[in-house]
């Protein structure tokens, strides 16, 4: 009784460990992914901040443009 309990544990044991951890692991690979693309990076962030401050800064100077024309 024993030593089918141990062929078959070892039979169990004798499969790829990597795969168990694959296994293990894929749920938090999973997750981990998805809140990388839902929660943006700094260097996300700071692009959207520059392109942000690009488009104000046109604004300013289409206005002053158009300002400067209406007073002429």
Same mark, same amino acid.
């Given at each position: 009784?024993?030593?089918?309990?141990?062929?078959?544990?070892?039979?169990?044991?004798?499969?790829?460990?990597?795969?168990?951890?694959?296994?293990?692991?894929?749920?938090?690979?999973?997750?981990?992914?998805?809140?990388?693309?839902?929660?943006?990076?700094?260097? /996300?962030?700071? $692009?959207?901040?520059? &392109?942000? =401050?690009? !488009? #104000?800064? /046109?604004?300013? $100077?289409?206005?002053? &443009?158009? =300002?400067? !024309? #209406?007073?002429?």
């Amino acid at each position: 009784m024993i030593r089918a309990g141990v062929v078959s544990l070892s039979l169990v044991l004798g499969g790829c460990v990597g795969t168990v951890v694959d296994v293990v692991t894929a749920p938090i690979r999973i997750v981990g992914a998805g809140i990388n693309t839902v929660i943006p990076g700094q260097h /996300e962030r700071d $692009r959207r901040r520059g &392109k942000q =401050a690009r !488009k #104000a800064e /046109e604004a300013q $100077r289409k206005a002053a &443009k158009k =300002a400067a !024309k #209406a007073q002429s």
